[in-house]
């Protein structure tokens, strides 16, 4: 099913069990139909290297795409990067 809510509870899932690699999988698969939390968590991901080489541009890159889709930490932590970065 492309559920992507349900993907990316599986993505927490095997991130919480220290899975990294099935959990980026799940949370790319989950933002990739359109699901901002899933877009939050590769931020979080690309921010503390599980799973995936530290890259600020993928971390922005996400974060951005869900704090415009309206996803608050998102949004509050954008808004501490713009701030910090100018």
């Known amino acids: 099913a492309n559920d992507p809510v349900a993907i990316r509870q599986m993505g927490a899932y095997r991130n919480q069990e ?16 359109g699901d901002l939390g899933a877009h939050y968590e590769l ?5 503390n290297r599980h799973g995936v080489e530290k890259d600020k541009k993928k971390e922005v890159y996400h974060l951005e795409k869900a ?17 910090r970065d100018g």
């Open 18 to 33: 220290g899975d990294y690699d099935g959990a980026i999988e799940y949370f790319k698969k989950a933002a990739g139909l």
């Open 43 to 47: 931020t979080v991901m690309y921010r």
């Open 67 to 83: 704090a415009i889709g309206g996803e608050p930490f998102a949004r509050h932590n954008l808004g501490i990067i713009e701030n």
